[in-house]
């Protein structure tokens, strides 16, 4: 047995550096982050669709457990992935849905497409349409929190739940260290070195998983490369809704999750959407910052799971 592990491990440094040899160190790191991704995924029981709405090849996660569905939404310039460790939690009992939203991970993007975020909702009751579901607890993170309460305003009689997570959408009384930034002039998103993703990094989480910086490297890559669709996608989606005069219509079940170290949305809001969703059930947690749903994936899902067994 331990021969054959050598040997297995021989073949595998062998072929890596073999890929190595092949391969610049930018694609070494791009070609772990996906590879890594991808067994993940399959190993918490999602796995890879893709459904058009809209005409968008939406490429999305989704498991097969047949209890009510739970659609999961990312933040703006993220993907479906920052979901998986927190979705493993529901996979097995829940049929979970992670979209990669139009004009971020591999569903791509192409500038005649719209990022407002009643584009972004309309979609995700769309896909809902495509994939034959009724009704389902919404839950999203930033930009995704946005959306989810855009949806459970647009339609109400769709979802079971809402789950907001650092969501983007009221104002903060205290501006984050993101607003200032930008009343600056300085988009912490936008930059051209890699230098400036490592700024940008921490702003993101106080507690960010492992990653070897060969792969952070690449992650920051992959930034800069979308300098301009990431400026376009950020300028539309930051445009008003009617959801700071409407939020209050909200009269069903919800969660708010909050890291109290979050450098881009400042915990400050938390009362803001407590005044305007009294029933929410609010959890904020010391040591994290803006994606508790990564940073502390199982404490994440234990509060959420407990939400939904509650309703």
């Not at 034959?132 to 929190?145: D, P, R, T, V």
């Not at 609010?282 to 234990?302: L, S």
Request: without cysteine; charged residues 20%; proline residues 7%.
């Amino acid at each position: 047995m331990a021969i054959k592990k050598t040997a297995v491990a021989a073949a595998a440094l062998g072929a890596l550096a073999l890929v190595w040899s092949y391969t610049s160190y930018p694609k070494i790191g791009q070609l772990t982050y996906d590879l890594t991704a991808a067994i993940e995924s399959r190993l918490y029981g999602l796995h890879k669709e893709v459904v058009t709405v809209e005409g968008i090849p939406i490429t999305l996660y989704r498991s097969s457990g047949s209890g009510p569905a739970v659609v999961m939404i990312h933040g703006f310039s993220a993907d479906k992935d920052v979901w998986a460790r927190f979705a493993r939690h529901f996979s097995g009992h829940h049929q979970v849905i992670i979209p990669d939203l139009p004009g971020h991970g591999e569903t791509g993007f192409k500038p005649e497409w719209s990022y407002t975020i009643e584009a972004q909702t309309r979609r995700i009751a769309a896909l809902m349409d495509q994939l034959q579901i009724k009704q389902a607890h919404i839950i999203g993170n930033s930009m995704g929190g946005f959306i989810t309460a855009q949806f459970a305003v647009s339609y109400p009689q769709r979802t079971l739940s809402a789950g907001l997570v650092d969501p983007a959408g009221l104002p903060s009384p205290h501006p984050s260290e993101m607003r200032v930034m930008l009343s600056n002039g300085q988009n912490p998103f936008v930059f051209d070195t890699r230098e400036g993703f490592h700024r940008f990094y921490p702003m993101t989480m106080a507690s960010p998983p492992f990653m070897p910086g060969y792969v952070l490297d690449a992650v920051a890559d992959r930034y800069i490369a979308r300098r301009d669709q990431l400026t376009q996608i950020f300028a539309e989606s930051h445009k008003e809704t009617d959801l700071p005069v409407r939020i209050r219509e909200v009269k069903l079940p919800v969660m708010l999750m909050w890291g109290k170290e979050d450098r881009l949305i400042d915990v400050s809001s938390v009362p803001v959407w407590q005044s305007a969703l009294p029933q929410a059930q609010v959890h904020v947690w010391d040591g994290i910052g803006h994606m508790p749903m990564v940073e502390a994936p199982a404490k994440a899902a234990e509060a959420y799971q407990q939400f939904l067994s509650s309703l």
